[in-house]
């Protein structure tokens, strides 16, 4: 391999790490993103409707779900174990809800 062939090398790998990052951060910055207009939207409709939609924390907490177990199960990693069971605890609680709204009409 001569030089050249290796600095090209070297450029696609270093390009193929910041690409990772970028999206990376990129998921971050969504999943924060989301959830503050989830509680946004979750606030406005008590202050007009006079109650609580749980359908927007419903989406919301499977999608943080689904993130961490694939991460779990990617890296075994104990915290994002605990953080899906917690997820699916809150998604449990919030499809209560939400059959309980839909029930009442």
């Given at each position: 391999?001569?030089?050249e062939?290796i600095?090209?090398?070297?450029?696609?790998?270093?390009?193929?790490?910041?690409e990772?990052?970028?999206y990376?951060?990129?998921?971050?910055?969504?999943?924060?993103v989301?959830?503050?207009l989830?509680a946004?939207?979750l606030?406005a409709?008590q202050f007009?409707?006079?109650h609580?939609?749980c359908?927007?924390?419903l989406?919301?907490c499977?999608m943080q779900?689904?993130h961490?177990?694939?991460?779990?199960v990617?890296?075994k990693?104990?915290?994002?174990?605990?953080?899906?069971?917690?997820f699916?605890?809150?998604?449990?609680?919030?499809v209560?809800?939400y059959v309980?709204?839909l029930?009442?009409?």
């Open positions: 391999m001569n030089r062939e600095l090209a090398k070297s450029r696609k790998e270093n390009n193929s790490e910041y990772q990052n970028t990376k951060i990129a998921g971050s910055i969504a999943r924060i989301g959830g503050m989830c946004v939207l606030i409709e007009v409707t006079g609580y939609n359908g927007y924390w989406i919301y499977v779900l689904t961490d177990i694939y991460i779990f990617r890296t990693s104990k915290v994002h174990l605990f953080s899906a069971l917690c699916i605890g809150i998604s449990a609680v919030m209560c809800g309980r709204d029930l009442k009409g």
